[in-house]
């Protein structure tokens, strides 16, 4: 039966987003789709992240990630991002830090910054829910989904 249920959740569509956050000269970027707008006053971003990720300890610690919206054009970018070093992931790639010092990549289609407001647990992913503290929209690509994308994460059967 779980099986089959991880097959079902894969008709779900989902953008692909990079995640980057940054604590005491340290930075990481991972990649998220698990994503969502939950407010817009106060300006609120969903993000799930799983507690084995290095990313989640940086932001639970910090209070800090920034998410950048993805564009169809962006799949390579984006697969830098599937490798556990840090180093790789940001080299040969334009980013600079943002007003939170977090990695703001200069490839995107937007970026919103944010501040953690509050986290939940409710199952093996935290979700941590983001105050956005400044955006940026960067270019009118399309942006790129789950269905666009070979690396969508369902979880495990």
């Not at 340290?26 to 990649?31: A, D, P, T, Y």
């Not at 919206?69 to 984006?78: A, D």
């Not at 647990?121 to 929209?137: C, D, I, K, L, R």
Request: hydrophobic residues 40%; charged residues 15%; glycine residues 10%.
């Amino acid at each position: 039966m779980k099986t089959e249920w991880i097959r079902i959740f894969g008709t779900m569509t989902n953008g692909v987003y990079i995640l980057t956050t940054a604590l005491d000269g340290r930075i990481n970027g991972m990649i998220a789709s698990w994503v969502s707008q939950v407010s817009y006053e106060p300006p609120l971003i969903a993000v799930a992240v799983h507690e084995n990720r290095f990313s989640h300890g940086l932001v639970r610690e910090s209070g800090l990630f920034a998410l950048h919206v993805m564009g169809r054009q962006h799949k390579m970018i984006v697969s830098r991002f599937m490798t556990s070093d840090p180093e790789a992931k940001f080299s040969g790639i334009g980013w600079q830090p943002g007003q939170t010092g977090c990695p703001i990549l200069e490839d995107c289609v937007a970026c919103f910054e944010c501040r953690l407001k509050t986290s939940i647990q409710p199952g093996n992913h935290m979700v941590f829910f983001g105050e956005v503290v400044n955006a940026m929209m960067i270019s009118d690509a399309e942006p790129l989904t789950t269905r666009d994308y070979h690396g969508q994460y369902i979880g495990k059967a």
